[in-house]
């Protein structure tokens, strides 16, 4: 049998990695609305999916863009249809409809998908806070149901480790990618400050609420709202615990606010230059700042002629989206290094885990020889004191520890390395560990474990067990 071409696939061949899943990349809405799994609905989602004797771990990980479930199981083939199935039997599904959408992943690239989603750099918007959260959910629903074990307690928590270093690693998450958040970008160069603001907001539409929503959220203080049907002035300055004013006193209330936000569904402009300019002259210098997010446009532009007044309009924040996207892309390029290096350190822990029990192993094999071995000899040494009989238990047991210190931490120091799971193999032959099987003799075995060794390049094993 050829030697892995990756030393973990040797743990793997043993337990698989399964995802199974589909996103706002494969699937269209009306898909990924039949394929969710609201928290309600987790604790009898796990327990039947985790039922499967295929099935020893899982998470399940349903947003509003995406439902992806990871699972460690048994075979990989078996496992893929487990998860397939469980998705089709659950929500009562056409299997041969939804397969066309659903994207699956074995082993390393289960590792990489995750650390990608977690650092969202699979998001619709790269960058985005959110997933985070959303992942750390899943996995505590899942934890807290016994769903998961060893495997993906250790997976989940480093993917968690994974989206922290890259959001203080890189800058993936500072540039506004969104035209409210641009809007705040905006207006955070125009003031020192944001805090203790006061915003007046002309219509009452969804973009206008949710660009004074980013505004309040980086500490604007007061919301004016102004809209032709005073009613919806009315509830949505309720929402910001703000004031609704009448459309006619649009123009005098503007000379308490520092920033207006435009955008109603006029066919012309709504705010022009002369009745601005009148407005400038009681506040005494301090700067307006106009957000202009209507199609066809609110704002007159040359109000921007105006001294100490600052108009940007949709064309303004698509601009900056665009490059602000172009600088996440940036720093993508330096996230998806810190995720090599994760998956390094994953797939080192990976063939680690296996020495815990080998050494484990090892002892039990010497500690059975050692009391076996003597056993026989005392049978032979009649008449030893008590005193006697102690100081040959603890020599005994001296010179197994002696003859096992070596082997043990070297055995613990190489574990994690490149070649780890094969210098592991090596030991459990060498010391027959593995009895449940039929073996050749230890020296004819290690010699083909050397010869895999020598055929894949790693003539390291070799040379140090020489």
Not at 130 to 154: C, M, P, S, W
Not at 203 to 211: F, I, P
Not at 287 to 315: G, T, W
Request: contains cysteine; negative net charge; aromatic residues 6%.
């Amino acid at each position: 049998m050829p030697a892995p071409d990756r030393p973990c696939e040797a743990i793997l061949e043993v337990m698989h990695l399964t995802m199974v899943g589909l996103s706002h990349k494969t699937a269209p809405i009306e898909i990924r609305e039949k394929l969710t799994f609201p928290a309600h609905r987790q604790e009898d989602a796990l327990r039947r999916l985790t039922g499967n004797d295929e099935v020893s771990e899982a998470v399940i990980l349903s947003t509003c863009n995406r439902t992806e479930i990871y699972a460690v199981t048994a075979s990989e083939d078996g496992g893929t249809d487990a998860v397939i199935d469980f998705m089709c039997d659950f929500h009562d599904l056409d299997r041969h409809d939804l397969v066309r959408y659903l994207y699956i992943e074995g082993g390393e690239a289960v590792v990489r998908h995750l650390f990608r989603v977690v650092a969202s750099l699979d998001s619709m918007v790269i960058g985005e806070a959110q997933i985070l959260g959303q992942a750390k959910e899943a996995y505590e629903h899942a934890f807290d149901r016994g769903a998961t074990g060893r495997v993906f307690n250790k997976l989940f928590r480093q993917s968690f480790e994974v989206g922290k270093r890259v959001r203080t690693e890189t800058e993936i998450g500072e540039s506004a990618v969104s035209i409210s958040y641009a809007a705040v970008e905006l207006a955070k160069k125009v003031f020192d400050s944001l805090e203790g603001r006061t915003i007046l907001v002309v219509g009452a539409g969804k973009m206008s609420e949710l660009t004074a929503k980013h505004l309040v959220s980086n500490g604007v203080h007061s919301v004016l709202v102004a809209n032709r049907t005073y009613e919806r002035a009315v509830e949505l300055a309720e929402r910001f615990e703000g004031e609704a004013i009448r459309y006619d006193d649009l123009f005098e209330r503007m000379r308490a606010a520092d920033i207006v936000i435009s955008s109603t569904a006029a066919t012309h402009f709504v705010i022009t230059r002369e009745q601005v300019a009148p407005v400038m002259k009681g506040r005494h210098g301090r700067p307006l700042f106009f957000i202009d997010i209507a199609v066809p446009r609110d704002i007159e532009p040359a109000v921007n002629d105006i001294s100490n007044v600052f108009l940007y309009d949709i064309d303004d924040l698509n601009g900056v989206v665009e490059s602000n996207l172009t600088e996440r892309m940036r720093e993508a390029r330096k996230a998806e290094v810190i995720i090599d290096d994760e998956i390094a350190a994953f797939e080192a822990w990976l063939e680690s885990m296996e020495v815990v029990p080998t050494v484990a192993a090892m002892r039990a094999n010497a500690e059975s020889i050692r009391q076996a071995e003597l056993e026989r000899a005392l049978k032979r040494l009649d008449g030893l004191s008590e005193k006697d009989l102690a100081t040959v238990e603890m020599l005994t047991e001296a010179i197994v520890n002696k003859m096992l210190h070596g082997p043990t931490a070297r055995l613990k120091e190489i574990a994690g390395s490149k070649y780890g799971v094969a210098y592991i193999e090596a030991v459990r032959y060498l010391y027959g560990l593995d009895q449940s099987e039929a073996k050749p003799h230890p020296a004819v075995k290690l010699r083909e474990i050397l010869g895999k060794a020598h055929a894949t390049g790693k003539k390291e094993i070799g040379e140090n067990l020489g």
